[in-house]
């Protein structure tokens, strides 16, 4: 198929971007790099690269007509937690209004398939663990918010103009592709991996544990960390899905375990070798205790089953991409 990823210069999307060629399938990006990195899609990935705003109308419909585009996999988004609650304009109008611009843009040029990034954090504080698709979705942040909105519009489009959506609840992405050449790097970084792995490099003087008093097992939060490929690998299965007649439909994308931010911290000094400091911090506001995703529907409709599912193959990959293609990036 002929498919334009949104933000695929950015860290799930170049991944996602790098599968759907070794597929067979032909691969535009669009991106405002206002995060993502240009050198990834022009030397690493090679492939087409337009520098719009996915809001950006008249741009995007003249994309999808001379592209002859037949689905989009729409990852840019914002997606600091933290800075939704201080921006919250910011998160809404990026988020929501111009997907909603590139949703009718699609709808005049007939394109009728897309492949939604969504997030856990449209469960805010979840009910039960772990959260299955149909747990209630109380988000406690505007990030949370933003993206549930976008799944209720995607339901709207669906019953008024048959456009068929798979929407991804991602749980904690994490990782980075084997070969060490793509992979996660946030300008400000706010991700737990790529922090530790910094004061592993000795590039910060600690990592930060935020809370030590949660109701868990160790006092710190658990989260449900999920390889970047698995993650991709779902994309290429929701699109085949959807190629084959499949209806509209929302998939938890986690692995069903749960980590503690003290054992990944051991995971990381394991896989690196490397003694740092680890200093205990305040909670971060707006940190459910524990998020951990039953990722049974997925494995069931779209025939998923996770090939990094082990928290030491994630650390890993992450820091060989942290001394090959991250430090490359910096440079
Ligand atoms: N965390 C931490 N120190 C940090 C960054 C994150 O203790 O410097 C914790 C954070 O409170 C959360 C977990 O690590 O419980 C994962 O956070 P991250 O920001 O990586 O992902 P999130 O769960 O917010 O999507």
Known sequence: MKVLVTGGAGYIGSHAVRLLQERGHSVVVVDNLSYGHRSIVESTLRVPLYIVDIGNKEQIKNILQKENIEAVMHFSAYALVGESVTHPAKYYENNVQQTLNLLEVMRE??????????????????????????????????????????????????????????????????????LGDLGEAHSPETHLIPLILDAAAGRREDIKVFGQNYETPDGTCVRDYIHVMDIAEAHLLGLEYLANG???????????????????????????????????????????????????????????????????????????????????LET
Not at 113 to 124: D, H, L, Q, R, V
Not at 134 to 150: A, E, H, T, W
Not at 157 to 170: E, H, L, N, T
Request: with cysteine; aromatic share 12%.
């Open 109 to 178: 040029c007939g394109v009728l398939k897309i492949i939604f990034s969504s997030t856990c954090a449209t469960y805010g504080v979840p009910a039960e663990i772990p959260i299955c698709e149909i747990c209630p979705q109380f988000p406690i942040n505007p990030y949370g918010s933003s993206k549930l909105m976008v799944e209720q519009i995607l339901r709207d489009f669906d019953a008024a103009y048959g456009m068929k959506f798979v929407s991804f609840r991602y749980f904690n992405a994490a990782g980075a592709h084997p």
């Open 246 to 328: 499949g209806t509209s439909d929302f998939f938890n994308l986690g692995n069903g375990t749960g980590f503690s931010v003290l054992e990944v911290i051991e995971m990381a000094k394991k896989v690196s070798g490397k003694e740092f400091k680890v200093s205990m911090a305040a909670r971060r506001e707006g940190d459910p205790p524990v998020l951990v995703g039953s990722s049974d529907k997925v494995r069931r409709v779209l025939a998923w089953k996770p090939q990094f599912e082990n928290l030491e193959k994630i650390m890993s990959d992450a820091w060989n991409w942290y001394h090959k293609g991250k430090a490359k």
